[in-house]
T-cell receptor, first 113, second 112 residues
Framework: GENVEQHPSTLSVQEGDSAVIKCTYS??????FPWYKQELGKRPQLIID?????GEKKDQRIAVTLNKTAKHFSLHITETQPEDSAVYFC????????????FGKGMKLTVNP | GAGVSQSPRYKVTKRGQDVALRCDPI?????LYWYRQALGQGPEFLTY????????KSGLPNDRFSAERPEGSISTLTIQRTEQRDSAMYRC??????????FGPGTRLTVL
């Protein structure tokens, strides 16, 4: 089955800096990769996703890149703000027609004002 | 519009009791998923439905866990003979089709 590794587990940046979160996956048939943001005590919120037929997707200050050959994908946040502080989870959908998402262990981002 | 809702939000039960957790998906969403999330971890897949059909239950830990979605809308996750190791946040998510999954607020289960 699919295995998703996420690193680093914590990251602290100054407001205005960029942050990058990296994930690797094992199932070469995986074709959908969402990213979720989870604030303390809240539900995971989908912030951006990418499908395997594209290499990059942007939405304002966030972007996701996918390297299918290397089986890794990354989330980039530019011009970070204190409200970006949260735990970020990457996920990969198993191949073979499954709708099962396999999540990484999460990365806690702290943006210091 | 209304998001995914779950009830109860908190459930405290004694070891050996059965519990039923309810999920109300976003109206019209075809797919419904159950996950379990331990503190400091990502959601862990349990099972999912398309309409009323259970498509994959490979993530259910053992036969004490079961789920149903009889009319293709509301779903119930049942845990029989609860054990302390079952304590966790149980989250439901729904999707209009094949991709985006939207999570509910979760039910925090504590087994004493």
């Amino acid at each position: 089955g699919e295995n998703v590794e996420q690193h680093p587990s914590t990251l602290s940046v100054q407001e205005g800096d960029s942050a990058v979160i990296k994930c690797t996956y094992s199932d070469s048939a995986s074709n959908y990769f969402p990213w979720y943001k989870q604030e303390l005590g809240k539900r995971p919120q989908l912030i951006i996703d990418i499908r395997s037929n594209v290499g990059e997707k942007k939405d304002q200050r966030i972007a996701v890149t996918l390297n299918k050959t290397a089986k890794h994908f990354s989330l980039h946040i530019t011009e970070t703000q204190p409200e970006d502080s949260a735990v970020y989870f990457c996920a990969a959908r198993e191949g073979g027609g499954s709708e099962k998402l396999v999540f990484g262990k999460g990365m806690k981002l702290t943006v210091n004002p | 519009g209304a998001g995914v809702s779950q009830s109860p939000r908190y459930k405290v039960t004694k070891r050996g009791q059965d519990v039923a957790l309810r999920c109300d998906p976003i109206s019209g969403h075809v797919s419904l998923y159950w996950y379990r999330q331990a503190l400091g971890q990502g959601p862990e897949f349990l099972t999912y439905f398309n309409y009323e059909a259970q498509q994959d239950k490979s993530g259910l830990p053992n036969d004490r866990f079961s789920a149903e979605r009889p009319e293709g809308s509301i779903s119930t996750l049942t845990i029989q003979r609860t054990e302390q190791r079952d304590s966790a946040m149980y989250r439901c998510a729904s999707s209009p089709g094949y991709n985006e999954q939207f999570f509910g607020p979760g039910t925090r289960l504590t087994v004493l």
